[in-house]
């Protein structure tokens, strides 16, 4: 980019997550990788900085300088743990036992000395209650009101036919005699016949 004559360049390439979704008391992974233009010396430096989601100051919460300074202060003390590889470009930390309070913004920043210019990602933690592991859509609600009734009227037309298959069947068998207190092929059962009747009338009007 020139501009009024002075060259400025990103001599580091930094990826971080727009944005992550986590649950109270699962531990979240942060990632962030980086890119430099000059080979990874003991000088290279990490840091990772919080700001609330309310705004407010903001907070370093992790250093790495040859080796790992997770925070010692604050609401994430003894809460962020390091995964990264800086000889892979690796710059990622975990965050244990997340909680409603910890939602904001993660920034995370790398210098490699000369490359010390770089962008800034932002990644926007969301921590929420976990809920019901399936939660019905309108779209599968709808299904469900729109096929059980059919399924209903299916099966219990399948049973009345099996019902009246099996009578006709036992009157074809050589030797059937009709039983003296058999007197029509009515159901057995009228009320809950009635009842079934009603019941198929209401599905084939919900469809």
């Known amino acids: 980019l020139v501009s009024s004559g002075v060259y400025n360049a990103f001599s580091l390439e930094i990826k971080a997550s727009a944005k992550v979704r986590g649950f109270v008391g699962e531990e979240v992974l942060l990632k962030c990788s980086f890119k430099s233009s000059s080979p990874i010396s003991e000088s290279l430096r990490i840091d990772w900085t919080y700001r609330p989601l309310t705004g407010g100051q903001m907070e370093t919460i992790f ?3 040859s080796v790992p300074y997770p925070t010692t202060m604050g609401k994430f003390k003894d809460r962020i743990s390091w995964i990264g590889n ?3 470009g690796d710059a990622s930390i975990v965050l244990q036992s997340p909680v409603l309070s910890d939602n904001g913004t993660f ?3 790398v210098k490699n000395p000369p490359d010390v210019y ?3 990602p932002q990644t926007m933690l969301i921590v929420t209650e976990r809920g019901l592991s399936f939660q019905l859509t309108s779209a599968t609600l709808l299904s469900i009101l729109v096929f059980l009734p059919s399924i209903v009227v299916v ?6 036919m099996g019902r009246k298959f099996g009578v006709l069947k036992e009157k074809k068998k050589p030797g059937y005699k009709k039983s003296s207190i058999e007197v029509s092929d009515e159901p057995e059962h009228p009320e809950t016949d ?3 009747g009603k019941l198929r009338d209401w599905c084939l009007k919900c469809v």
């Open 194 to 196: 009635k009842c079934l």
């Open 63 to 65: 250093h790495y300088q």
């Open 86 to 88: 800086v000889a892979e």
């Open 155 to 160: 099966v219990l037309l399948l049973v009345r």
């Open 107 to 109: 920034i995370c920043s």
């Open 118 to 120: 770089h962008n800034i």
